[in-house]
């Protein structure tokens, strides 16, 4: 038995701070007092939460790819849909992926060129920090190429039959025929989600005015219906809303993807406490806890036993602390085991990498779950550092880009360059990890890194630069889409100028 949340048990000082307090006073405690004081001991015990945890167990789980391709052009800012058309698209984008928790989803932002925002994932916090950190106001550009989103979106994903979602006001063109037959020759299901209205709106400019056009006239963007023959030629629907938009997915459903993924399911036992908590406030409530108060005893004891969980849990960290900073990894993997939390598996997936073993690894970040975006954010990059180790290079691209959405590092961006065109299971000159450098070696996401070498990001950057993989000497360059620059943006400065890129469309945009 552990505790899930054994830092509650700070309060059970209380008690003797009272007891002292009492005593000076002269206090006098009564029966129905010790009774009320051991319910509020139990309500303690309660949140901290006493678990046994159980064995991890493999579920099988099938789901299809969805792709969603994001109109970003400076027409997404009217108001004809409120409070604006890009705004009610990153409403239904979120409300899509947290229905859905079974699909992978990958996001493509585009207007007269397009780009990856994110790989194809089912991490549906990664995808909801990524719509909240677009920010139209760093977006210019007032052309739209859907032709670049089909492209884009045939290569993401491996299925046959690409599920494709364009969120868009209908872009500029008067007919999508060249679109419409590279949909169809590349079997994309392609399906619209309009965010216009036939009336149209202006558009916002600075100070307040409205957008002008180059001969001095209001701009007016309306909704454009020509792109509907893509979703009609691919069998595909045009919908208005998030309801649309689920029903859409439903009913294409295709199952693109099977795979087995862990879940561990703790017993819980914070209900015999609470128990206890309630018996024990109803008796001192009552003259009943008189006449039984000698028991109380065989009470205590249950309290002692649970919060004895917590004590072991402080010493079981201790004791993989002290043996990590030893560079006894193997130890260190062995006591963080013997704790369940997210940190603890964190902690022990840093060990496990330390010592090789770059699976177990693996599975140990898979656990390591957490609503903040800074510290998913680290064990992506550690992910991604595994599955370097593995030869899972595209693998290693995805777990770098992630890490990269939620929180720009220099040493992501560094890794994801240096393997951006490395082909699976390549040969490298992979030295033994210890100079590898962690986004965070272990505990909290505030401790220190350590040298790099050679002004890099990470040592994984120097021994590919040296490897034994037939590239030595030369230089590797990335994929632009996939390319983030330094910045500390929501987005990176790199993703806005990818985003903001120019073409002819920018003379006359509507």
Same mark, same amino acid.
Request: hydrophobic share 40%; aromatic share 8%.
């Given at each position: 038995?552990?505790?899930?949340?054994?830092?509650?048990?700070?309060?059970?000082?209380i008690i003797p701070l009272y007891s002292i307090v009492a005593k000076r006073q002269s206090w006098r405690m009564d029966v129905s007092q010790k009774w009320l004081i051991l319910s509020i001991v139990f309500i303690i015990v309660a949140l901290a939460r006493p678990i046994i945890p159980q064995k991890p167990t493999a579920v099988e789980e099938v789901g299809q790819d969805v792709i969603l391709a994001l109109d970003l052009s400076y027409s997404m800012r009217g108001t004809d849909v409120a409070?604006?058309?890009?705004?009610?698209?990153?409403?239904?984008?979120?409300?899509?992926?947290?229905?859905?928790?079974?699909?992978?989803?990958?996001?493509?932002?585009?207007?007269?060129?397009?780009?990856?925002?994110?790989?194809?994932?089912?991490?549906?916090?990664?995808?909801?920090?990524?719509?909240?950190?677009?920010?139209?106001?760093?977006?210019?550009?007032?052309?739209?190429?859907?032709?670049?989103?089909?492209?884009?979106?045939?290569?993401?994903?491996?299925?046959?039959?690409?599920?494709?979602?364009?969120?868009?006001?209908?872009?500029?063109?008067?007919?999508?025929?060249?679109?419409?037959?590279?949909?169809?020759?590349?079997?994309?299901?392609?399906?619209?989600?309009?965010?216009?209205?036939?009336?149209?709106?202006?558009?916002?400019?600075?100070?307040?005015?409205?957008?002008?056009?180059?001969?001095?006239?209001? *701009?007016? !963007?309306?909704?454009?219906?020509?792109?509907?023959?893509? #979703?009609?030629?691919? &069998? $595909? /629907?045009?919908?208005?809303?998030?309801?649309?938009?689920?029903?859409?997915?439903?009913?294409?459903?295709?199952?693109?993807?099977?795979?087995?993924?862990?879940?561990?399911?703790?017993?819980?036992?914070?209900?015999?406490?609470?128990?206890?908590?309630?018996?024990?406030?109803?008796?001192?409530?009552?003259?009943?806890?008189?006449?039984?108060?000698?028991?109380?005893?065989?009470?205590?004891?249950?309290?002692?036993?649970?919060?004895?969980?917590?004590?072991?849990?402080?010493?079981?960290?201790?004791?993989?602390?002290?043996?990590?900073?030893?560079?006894?990894?193997?130890?260190?993997?062995?006591?963080?085991?013997? *704790?369940? !939390?997210?940190?603890?598996?964190?902690?022990?997936?840093? #060990?496990?990498?330390? &010592? $090789? /073993?770059?699976?177990?690894?693996?599975?140990?970040?898979?656990?390591?779950?957490?609503?903040?975006?800074?510290?998913?954010?680290?064990?992506?990059?550690?992910?991604?550092?595994?599955?370097?180790?593995?030869?899972?290079?595209?693998?290693?691209?995805?777990?770098?880009?992630?890490?990269?959405?939620?929180?720009?590092?220099?040493?992501?961006?560094?890794?994801?360059?240096?393997?951006?065109?490395?082909?699976?299971?390549?040969?490298?000159?992979?030295?033994?990890?210890?100079?590898?450098?962690?986004?965070?070696?272990?505990?909290?996401?505030?401790?220190?890194?350590?040298?790099?070498?050679?002004?890099?990001?990470?040592?994984?950057?120097?021994?590919?630069?040296?490897?034994?993989?037939?590239?030595?000497?030369?230089?590797?360059?990335?994929?632009?889409?996939?390319?983030?620059?330094?910045?500390?943006?929501?987005?990176?400065?790199?993703?806005?100028?990818?985003?903001?890129?120019?073409?002819?469309?920018?003379?006359?945009?509507?």
């Amino acid at each position: 038995m552990t505790l899930h949340n054994p830092l509650w048990l700070i309060l059970l000082v209380i008690i003797p701070l009272y007891s002292i307090v009492a005593k000076r006073q002269s206090w006098r405690m009564d029966v129905s007092q010790k009774w009320l004081i051991l319910s509020i001991v139990f309500i303690i015990v309660a949140l901290a939460r006493p678990i046994i945890p159980q064995k991890p167990t493999a579920v099988e789980e099938v789901g299809q790819d969805v792709i969603l391709a994001l109109d970003l052009s400076y027409s997404m800012r009217g108001t004809d849909v409120a409070p604006s058309r890009l705004e009610a698209a990153k409403k239904i984008l979120i409300q899509t992926v947290r229905s859905h928790p079974h699909d992978r989803f990958g996001v493509i932002g585009f207007t007269t060129s397009a780009i990856v925002l994110s790989p194809l994932t089912k991490d549906t916090q990664l995808l909801e920090h990524l719509f909240g950190a677009l920010d139209e106001t760093q977006i210019i550009t007032k052309g739209t190429s859907v032709m670049g989103a089909l492209e884009l979106s045939r290569k993401m994903s491996q299925a046959h039959h690409p599920l494709l979602i364009l969120l868009t006001d209908g872009g500029d063109e008067v007919s999508y025929t060249k679109e419409t037959q590279f949909a169809i020759d590349n079997n994309l299901r392609v399906n619209i989600v309009m965010l216009a209205s036939r009336n149209g709106s202006t558009l916002p400019a600075q100070e307040g005015n409205s957008l002008k056009d180059e001969n001095g006239h209001i *701009v007016v !963007s309306a909704r454009n219906d020509a792109i509907n023959e893509i #979703a009609k030629a691919t &069998e $595909g /629907k045009v919908v208005e809303d998030v309801w649309g938009l689920r029903g859409v997915i439903n009913k294409s459903r295709i199952d693109d993807f099977a795979g087995n993924t862990s879940v561990s399911d703790n017993k819980e036992l914070f209900v015999y406490p609470l128990s206890m908590a309630l018996i024990a406030f109803v008796l001192a409530m009552t003259t009943l806890g008189e006449s039984i108060s000698r028991k109380i005893v065989v009470v205590l004891a249950f309290v002692g036993l649970s919060a004895n969980a917590g004590v072991l849990d402080f010493t079981y960290l201790y004791w993989a602390s002290n043996h990590y900073h030893q560079k006894n990894y193997e130890e260190s993997a062995h006591w963080y085991g013997r *704790v369940e !939390s997210t940190q603890a598996h964190y902690n022990r997936g840093n #060990a496990l990498y330390k &010592e $090789g /073993k770059y699976q177990d690894a693996l599975t140990q970040y898979q656990q390591s779950k957490s609503n903040n975006p800074l510290f998913k954010s680290q064990v992506y990059y550690n992910m991604g550092n595994c599955f370097v180790r593995l030869g899972e290079f595209e693998n290693g691209r995805n777990a770098f880009l992630k890490s990269l959405t939620l929180n720009y590092t220099k040493e992501a961006d560094e890794n994801l360059r240096f393997i951006a065109q490395v082909k699976e299971k390549k040969s490298l000159n992979v030295r033994k990890e210890k100079k590898d450098q962690f986004s965070k070696d272990e505990n909290s996401p505030t401790g220190e890194k350590k040298e790099a070498k050679q002004g890099g990001g990470s040592n994984m950057k120097s021994d590919m630069a040296s490897g034994g993989g037939g590239d030595e000497g030369k230089k590797v360059q990335s994929d632009p889409r996939l390319s983030m620059s330094q910045g500390k943006a929501k987005l990176s400065s790199r993703q806005y100028e990818l985003i903001n890129a120019r073409s002819v469309h920018e003379t006359k945009p509507w």
